[in-house]
């Protein structure tokens, strides 16, 4: 049922083109040619466990992905902090966590429960869902959890290239999206916004659940670190090669400008098939973008691969 449910997410969130014929993206903006495909292929959920990290680390170090975050949570998080650490040519982020979804596997808070007690549920986990973190947490234990989890990285000596957030859930809310702006701003570590003032892209994500009304297109349109064009995740499917399909169609209907696409790489173990029915779908992620095929067919496509940190170098040669 998840592989479907992500499936379809995928499909929906297929770029739509912006309209107004002059109408510049992001990618145009930061320098790169008009009319370009501009992809960062970036991997979540590095330091959830052992067997993530493995293919995560794996990607990056063959240049088969651009970019990836850590879930600072997570039992395995210090082990790839430690990595990239050792790497720092590698654009290696947070995926700020805010929820704990395995049944079996779990994580608390890195701040101290009894502190943002709203974040918290009665096993004294994070909540499993988005919904009733909603419910549950103010902004203000947000903006604390989302503080700590930079803090503990920045401590363990590596500042993150960028942030993002686990199962979407600082989008869950506009007030979280305004602490999320903030503490982005502040960190000057940028975040993965995506430009709202196109109403084609706007009424996309909405349809997806996300709360976007009108404080969250201004908070938005008011940020002041580089942006997105669009998000996608790596479609599902029932079969390896069907899977590489998906993914060419889905490469195949991106419109130019600036595009994060997300998946969940992990290698093969007996812990991950316990986490999720739908391992195979990581598994098949790390293959994928390592097999030859795909790798020739986004160079035919004429794909150009960005990350972080060239973003925000060529955001501060723009200000100059």
Avoid at 88 to 98: R, S
Avoid at 135 to 148: D, F, G, L, N
Avoid at 174 to 201: C, M, R
């Amino acid at each position: 049922m998840k592989t479907k449910r992500w499936a379809a997410i995928a499909l929906a969130l297929t770029t739509v083109c912006r309209t107004g014929a002059d109408a510049q993206t992001e990618a145009e903006k930061l320098g790169f040619p008009a009319g370009k495909k501009v992809v960062m292929l970036h991997a979540d959920d590095a330091g959830m466990c052992e067997a993530a990290n493995l293919a995560t680390a794996q990607l990056l170090d063959a240049d088969q992905i651009q970019s990836a975050a850590i879930m600072m949570p997570c039992p395995s998080a210090e082990k790839f902090v430690q990595w990239a650490i050792a790497h720092p040519k590698k654009d290696v982020g947070l995926h700020l966590t805010l929820t704990s979804e395995w049944k079996e596997y779990r994580w608390s808070s890195i701040t101290p429960s009894n502190e943002v007690p709203g974040l918290i549920d009665s096993d004294g986990m994070l909540w499993s869902d988005v919904p009733d973190v909603v419910k549950h947490a103010s902004p203000q234990e947000v903006e604390t959890e989302i503080r700590a989890q930079i803090d503990r990285s920045i401590a363990l000596g590596y500042r993150p290239d960028h942030i993002d957030t686990h199962m979407g859930t600082l989008y869950g809310h506009p007030d979280y999206v305004e602490v999320f702006f903030k503490v982005a701003e502040e960190y000057g570590i940028p975040a993965n916004v995506i430009d709202l003032s196109d109403p084609l892209v706007v009424n996309k994500f909405r349809k997806l659940g996300y709360p976007i009304g009108s404080k969250v297109i201004e908070l938005a349109a008011q940020y002041k670190l580089p942006k997105l064009d669009d998000f996608g995740y790596v479609p599902g499917a029932s079969t390896y090669e069907e899977k590489v399909e998906s993914f060419k169609a889905f490469i195949e209907a991106l419109s130019p400008g600036l595009t994060e696409i997300v998946f969940h790489p992990s290698v093969e173990s007996e812990h991950l098939k316990s986490l999720t029915h739908s391992w195979n779908q990581r598994v098949w992620e790390t293959k994928m973008f390592a097999d030859p095929e795909v790798i020739q067919f986004l160079e035919d496509e004429g794909i150009v691969f960005t990350n972080w940190k060239e973003l925000m170098k060529r955001f501060g040669e723009s200000k100059k």
